[in-house]
């Protein structure tokens, strides 16, 4: 089957388009873990009353408890921001996708009805 040099395209930008969403997940995944560590770490904290410390490189700080707080619910904000944009992107990409696919299987379908024609 002949499929025009358009068509050819879409499947091309289609293929792009599947290793950005790839590209998307290990983000959201990455994002996901962080953010739930930064939670595990503010619960901890929260039941702790003792002093705390902070990692730093290679080496570990004592810190003040509500200083620590406010820094990991300000990493917190900062994932979930950038959580909710990987996942808006992601959905953007999506409909896209579906867009071209559904393009592509048009033009498909076009052209196996008229080699049935021939």
Partial sequence: MELSKETQDKISQLQLFEQKMQSFLSQKQQFQSQLLEVENALKELEKSEGEAFKIVGNIMLKTEKNKLTEDLKEREE????????IVKQEDHLKEQAEKIQAEIMK???KNTEEKKEE
Avoid: D, Q
């Fill in 78 to 85: 900062v994932l979930g921001l950038r959580l909710k944009n």
């Fill in 107 to 109: 033009e498909i379908e």
